[in-house]
């Protein structure tokens, strides 16, 4: 699976150190940073990476292992508790490079996947001469800016559907998704691209957070409608009132037999309005919506979305 995000750690991801007296607050933060990363486990196409320099980048006085010394107060055993205790978080991470070559990186990205960020801890904190938008805290707010910088930078369908592809690999596409683009009645996909994108980005999301069991879609739909707004713009996220929505999908990779399967795809996000805040004349197919289905199999753990349609009002 190809890279859609690359996430960098520094010293100046735990810059909260700045302002730490004691030895608890070290814990603190490497509890803290832990947790984020663990996190960011859940994906196999968002990747962090630590450098080789991590505790050694900075002016004499200013590294990583010289606040730790400071924090210590030259207690060279308490020194390497603490230094022990960040290495063991950040270990898995660690690759060959260095501190300014990353920030180069991030600095000189082309617009394309994947997106490389600088990680913080809390968004209180910035890595000098590097933009805002460029910082991520969490695993969250990386797709969040992934799926921004998909709907803002696309150039047509096809490049707004492949990087979607890339991004969101939660979601099953339909071969046929991107046609169903062209039946928008009002207007085009660029009219709608931002929250097309934001709702693809909230079901990806909210596999995590839906349930596992094959009775309870309802209940799912409803944590789906509340994620959208978590993450940005409520959508209405329900069944289709008639005109049931099948579509035939390969079977997942594990799933036995293999061959096709005819899913029933009738749940759906509600996008009423275009991008700009401009209500969708009401008429028959003329709001735009994100179809798809949760299929439950033995072979997975968790139900699988299967996205067939982004388009007119079926």
């Known amino acids: 699976m190809s890279d859609a995000a690359k996430v960098y750690l520094s010293l100046y991801s735990v810059d909260s150190l700045n302002s730490a007296n004691i030895y608890e607050d070290i814990e603190g933060v490497a509890e803290c940073l832990r947790e984020y990363l663990t996190v960011y486990e ?3 196409n968002v990747h962090v990476e630590c450098p080789t320099d991590f505790f050694d980048f900075g002016e004499v006085g200013s590294s990583l292992n010289d606040r730790l010394l400071d924090i210590a107060n030259d207690n ?13 978080v950040v270990l898995n991470f660690v690759k060959n490079n260095d501190t300014q070559r990353l920030i180069s990186l991030i600095n000189h990205q ?3 996947l994947p997106r490389h960020y600088s990680f913080v801890i809390s968004d209180s904190y910035q890595w000098p001469n590097v933009a805002a938008d460029l910082h991520t805290d969490s695993w969250t707010d990386t797709l969040t800016k992934n799926s921004k910088f998909i709907s803002d930078h696309n150039s047509n369908i096809g490049e707004f559907i492949s990087w979607s592809k ?4 939660y979601l099953d596409f339909h071969p046929n998704l991107i046609n169903t683009l062209s039946t928008i009645k009002v207007g085009t996909y660029l009219d709608y691209k931002e929250q097309l994108s934001h709702g693809l980005n909230a079901l990806n999301q909210a596999y995590h957070l839906i349930s596992t069991d094959a009775n309870q879609n309802q209940a799912d739909l409803n944590i789906i409608a509340e994620y959208t707004h978590r993450l ?4 209405g996220c329900s069944r289709q009132g008639s005109n049931k929505v099948s579509t035939i999908f390969k079977k997942p990779l594990l799933v036995t037999p293999s061959g096709n399967e005819t899913i029933n795809c009738e749940y759906h996000l509600k996008i009423d309005n275009k991008d700009n805040g401009q209500p969708i004349p009401h008429g028959k197919g003329n709001p735009v919506r994100i179809y798809f289905g949760l299929k439950t199999y033995d072979e997975y753990e968790r139900k699988q979305f299967k996205l067939a349609h982004m388009g007119k009002h079926l």
Do not use: I, V
């Open 110 to 112: 082309q617009l394309n």
């Open 76 to 88: 060279w055993d308490l020194y390497q508790l603490a230094y022990s205790e960040l290495n063991k």
């Open 42 to 44: 859940r994906s196999n």
């Open 166 to 169: 890339m991004n969101y690999e």
């Open 232 to 235: 940005g713009k409520r959508l």
